[in-house]
Structure formats: C-alpha cells, structure tokens
C-alpha cells in the first residue's frame, strides 16, 4: 500500500504551507505529494491527473479538508465515488474524521460516509455561491455611491471637435482621428456617439426653456 498527499491551492500566489505541515504530521512521503496551484472548479489539474494514474488498489490518498479536492458539490461526489469504487483506494479527510474510508468498511459505514460527503460538498458549494452573491451586491452598492471600478477614462483632447469636423468631412479616416485622441478606434466612436448625446440633451433644454 502506498500513501500519498493532495494538496490544491487557487492560484500561484497562494501558500500551501499549511497543508504540507498536515501532509507532513501523518507522514505522507516527500515524494508522493502532489500540489496543484489552481481553480477546484474541475478535476482537469495535471498533479491531481499524475497522481491518480499512479495509484493502486488499497492505496492511500489524504486531503487536508473536502474544498481542495473539489468545489463543484457534483463532481466532488462522482470523483469519491470513482476513486473509492473503481479505484478501489481509501480516502481520509484530515479535518473530518468522519471522513475515513477505512472505518465503517461495512454497508451502514459507507453508506454514512457517503451521507456526510455530500452535505460537505453542499455546505462548500452553497458558501462558495454566497461569496459570489455578496461580491456582487458589494460592488453594485459601491456603483451606487459612485465608485468608478477599473481605469479611469482617457480625457478629451482640446481640440476634440475640431478633429470630429476633419473626420465628418472626410479630411481625416477613423484611424487617424482616434490616433490624434490617443484613444482606440472603439473609444473614439464612443466619445462621439456621447458628445452629440449631449448636444441633443442641449438642444431638448433649450426648447423647453422657450
């Protein structure tokens, strides 16, 4: 039998210090440790791939906790299944004891294990929706306050309309208009498309006025 480690992290900068010290305590090999540094929402990781093309009937794989083997509740549950039946290796979750295919070999013991998985799976999923949720709702409030989110918009150049007229009559193209702004092509129709927006706001005001 030969015991091995899996260890996920979201991105490149993230530590996986603490999992290696967990790895570590139940003295799962240097060498059979495998970390990969992205997103749980899909097994196609190639460390996790590497590992499971190595493993044995009988042998032994520990996670850290249930969300870095998996995040989408339905794939982590097919994935536990093909590990533990097909696979025929045992699983055990270090940070829930409940979560350890080696006790309760029996039918009620897998059956149990197999009820916990999918709450866990659940639990993490559900919570990893409502983060989504409350950043979304965070940021709609701060567009309400009048944060600006990304970059600032480039400014208008002095003479933007005198450029305007030269590309209304055909002395200048698009391209070189834009390029006379320092903006893209895209950018220069934008600002176009919102300065006569604002003429006709002018003009609406103005006749209401009289």
């Known amino acids: 039998m030969a015991v091995y480690g899996y260890i996920r992290v979201s991105s490149q900068d993230q530590k996986e210090d603490r999992q290696l010290i967990a790895m570590h305590e139940v003295s799962v090999p240097e060498c059979n440790i495998y970390i990969d540094k ?8 190639p460390m996790y791939k590497k590992m499971i093309r190595r493993l044995k009937c ?72 409502n983060i989504r949720s409350r950043q979304k ?6 567009r309400q306050r009048g944060v600006q989110f990304g970059r600032p918009p480039l400014p208008v150049p002095e003479d ?19 390029k006379l702004c320092g903006f893209s092509r895209t950018t220069f129709y934008k600002r176009v498309r919102n300065m006569r927006m604002s003429e006709e706001e002018k003009e609406d005001t103005g006749n209401e006025a009289q």
């Open 38 to 45: 992205q997103s749980g929402k899909d097994f196609k990781r």
């Open 58 to 129: 009988c042998d032994l794989i520990y996670i850290k906790s249930i969300d870095r083997l998996g995040r989408n509740y339905k794939d982590v549950v097919e994935q536990w299944q093909y590990l533990t039946r097909v696979k025929h290796v045992d699983i055990v979750v270090l940070e829930m004891p409940l979560l350890d295919t080696r006790r309760g070999k029996d039918l009620m013991g897998t059956f149990l294990s197999d009820i916990v998985l999918q709450v866990l799976s659940f639990v993490a999923e559900n919570e990893r929706s």
């Open 137 to 142: 709702e965070g940021i709609e409030a701060a």
């Open 160 to 178: 933007f309309e005198e450029i305007c007229r030269k590309w209304k009559c055909g002395e200048i193209t698009s391209y070189e208009a834009a």
